[in-house]
């Protein structure tokens, strides 16, 4: 019994120590991660607050907070782990390798994290813009940090990789608050040019037309059997589809009320018969 009881207060005496000394890192670590943890969720929170009185995109609200987030987390569980004694060295190294893997593995999708990132940072668009791009157009419906989604104009969903669409030409019809609309026409030979300006620029009176810049009737070119007109008036980007569908409309009705002829294409083909 007292070889028991001396072995266990040599033990103790060895041990004692050593658990006093992990108890103690292993007590400061723990509350550093849960201080640690409340501030960065505090923080977080802030910079959500702050992006939001500053009407920030919600795109990129979301995008930032989660990557200040996630960024910030981990460097707080890094420091945690030295502070117990890890060796942080070989920890980095570590995630490194493993990130090299993951990396190798998933090129494309980290490609299109990028594109996210790059869409985040530059805004070639925003939420609700109509844009062209990758073969297809249509309003954003949202920005994930992989994909857009667009809708199209018949409803339907379409999935964009952002490395594709980061990398590739994109066309944003609704970054201007005001667009051009051309109305491409031809009148015959016979038919009088001031008389269609005269008729065209009455329909250009809609009050969705802007006065500057002012609207314009010119002559594009001369076929084969008609003289080419475009009839050029500026409104508001939400007014071009409804103008440009009333306004071809209008000029075919108000150009056969005033008799300017609107030719079809033909062909004049002389024989001549040999002696």
């Given at each position: 019994?007292?070889?028991?009881?001396?072995?266990?207060?040599?033990?103790?005496?060895?041990?004692?120590?050593?658990?006093?000394?992990?108890?103690?890192?292993?007590?400061?670590?723990?509350l550093?991660?849960?201080?640690?943890?409340?501030?960065?969720n505090?923080?977080?929170?802030?910079?959500?607050?702050?992006l939001?009185?500053?009407?920030?995109?919600m795109?990129?609200?979301?995008?930032?907070s989660?990557?200040?987030?996630?960024?910030?987390?981990?460097?707080?569980?890094?420091?945690?782990?030295s502070?117990?004694?890890?060796?942080?060295?070989?920890?980095?190294?570590?995630?490194?390798?493993?990130?090299?893997?993951?990396?190798?593995?998933?090129?494309?999708?980290?490609?299109?994290?990028?594109?996210?990132?790059?869409?985040?940072?530059?805004?070639?668009?925003?939420?609700?813009?109509?844009?062209?791009?990758?073969?297809?157009?249509?309003?954003?419906?949202?920005?994930?940090?992989?994909?857009?989604?667009?809708?199209?104009?018949?409803?339907?969903?379409?999935?964009?990789?952002?490395?594709?669409?980061?990398?590739?030409?994109i066309?944003?019809?609704?970054?201007?608050?005001?667009?051009?609309?051309?109305?491409?026409?031809?009148?015959?030979?016979?038919?009088?040019?001031?008389?269609?300006?005269?008729?065209?620029?009455e329909?250009?009176?809609?009050?969705?037309?802007?006065?500057?810049?002012?609207?314009?009737?010119?002559?594009?070119?001369?076929?084969?059997?008609?003289?080419?007109?475009?009839?050029?008036?500026?409104?508001?980007?939400?007014?071009?589809?409804?103008?440009?569908?009333?306004?071809?409309?209008?000029?075919?009705?108000?150009?056969?009320?005033?008799g300017?002829?609107?030719?079809?294409?033909?062909?004049?083909?002389h024989?001549?018969?040999?002696?």
């Open positions: 019994m007292d070889l028991n009881i001396d072995q266990l207060i040599k033990l103790s005496e060895a041990w004692l120590p050593l658990l006093l000394n992990y108890a103690g890192k292993l007590t400061l670590a723990s550093t991660l849960l201080l640690g943890w409340w501030l960065i505090t923080l977080t929170r802030k910079v959500g607050r702050l939001t009185q500053r009407d920030i995109d795109a990129l609200h979301g995008f930032v989660s990557l200040a987030s996630m960024g910030l987390k981990v460097l707080l569980l890094i420091s945690v782990a502070m117990i004694g890890v060796e942080t060295t070989s920890f980095i190294a570590m995630i490194g390798a493993a990130g090299l893997a993951v990396g190798l593995a998933l090129q494309g999708s980290l490609a299109n994290f990028a594109g996210g990132v790059l869409i985040m940072l530059f805004r070639p668009f925003r939420i609700g813009d109509w844009i062209e791009a990758q073969g297809v157009s249509g309003s954003v419906d949202s920005i994930q940090i992989f994909h857009t989604v667009l809708k199209t104009g018949d409803n339907k969903v379409v999935v964009v990789p952002n490395g594709s669409l980061s990398n590739g030409h066309t944003n019809y609704s970054r201007e608050p005001k667009r051009r609309v051309d109305i491409a026409l031809s009148i015959g030979y016979g038919s009088e040019i001031k008389l269609a300006r005269q008729v065209l620029l329909i250009a009176q809609d009050p969705r037309v802007l006065r500057e810049p002012e609207p314009q009737v010119l002559v594009t070119s001369l076929g084969d059997s008609a003289v080419n007109l475009v009839l050029r008036v500026w409104v508001a980007s939400e007014n071009f589809w409804p103008v440009t569908f009333a306004f071809t409309e209008q000029a075919k009705e108000r150009l056969s009320e005033a300017v002829e609107r030719p079809f294409q033909q062909r004049v083909v024989l001549q018969q040999s002696a």
